[in-house]
Nanobody, 122 residues
């Protein structure tokens, strides 16, 4: 089993910045991807940013240029720095990751954090 512990989030005025972090722990043989999907009321879930093994990162068009995802390989922690926040960034941000627990696993399993609320006021 893998546990994802999120921190950060909170309330900020439009134009401000917030940083989220997600630490993965447990039975981890390899990490294939870690990312930040978000869910706003009445909207579809959106993958804000994702880090994939090999260091490839991808961003949603809505946050490109305003957010940066990074990963500390030693701590197995992924970070999301969000700048120039807008009210439409208000959502619950989840940490999501794909991990193999052992070398015998052919496929990675998907894990989710509990989510952290980000509220941007206008």
């Amino acid at each position: 089993q893998v546990q994802l512990e999120e921190s950060g989030g909170g309330w900020v005025q439009a134009g401000g910045s917030l940083s989220l972090s997600c630490a993965a722990s447990g039975s981890i043989f390899s990490t294939h991807a870690m990312g930040w999907p978000r869910q706003a009321p009445g909207k579809q879930r959106e993958l804000v940013a994702v880090w994939r093994s090999g260091g490839v990162t991808n961003y949603a068009g809505s946050v490109k240029g305003r957010c940066t995802i990074s990963r500390d390989n030693v701590k197995n922690t992924v970070y999301l720095q969000m700048n120039s926040l807008k009210p439409e960034d208000t959502a619950v941000y989840y940490c999501n990751g794909a991990f193999r627990s052992s070398s015998r696993d052919l496929l990675a399993d998907d894990y989710w954090g509990q989510g952290t609320q980000v509220t941007v006021s206008s």
